[in-house]
């Protein structure tokens, strides 16, 4: 975990999301706390580690979402050398199967 991001704002703000029960809750939350360009952007980084995950080319993905190759590759770089977040989340999504 990044130390740099570890506080009491942003430990409040993961208690919040932790207590969402339901996907109408997600939206609800998020489309309340985000803008609709930050929560499209965070939903295709999320599409892109997916593609990523699944051998998928810079092109391939690019193509498909429209993310940049800058952003490709920072997503990248969090799959390989990251605290395993996205790795967790595929588990978890897998297994619920």
């Known amino acids: 975990m990044n130390n740099k991001l570890k ?13 969402l029960q339901s996907k109408e ?11 609709v ?3 499209l952007s965070l939903s295709q980084r999320f ?4 593609m990523l995950r699944n051998k998928k080319t810079y ?13 490709i590759s920072r997503v990248n770089r969090s799959l390989h050398y ?3 977040g996205y ?4 588990q978890r999504l897998e ?3």
Do not use: H, W
């Open 37 to 39: 360009n930050e929560l």
């Open 87 to 90: 790795e967790l989340i595929f």
């Open 59 to 71: 092109l391939e993905i690019a193509e498909k979402t429209g993310a940049s190759t800058a952003t």
């Open 25 to 35: 809750e997600c939206y609800n939350f998020f489309e309340d706390l985000c803008t």
């Open 47 to 50: 599409d892109v580690a997916a």
């Open 95 to 97: 297994n619920k199967k």
């Open 82 to 84: 990251g605290n395993d």
């Open 7 to 19: 506080n009491d704002a942003v430990d409040y703000l993961f208690d919040a999301v932790l207590q």
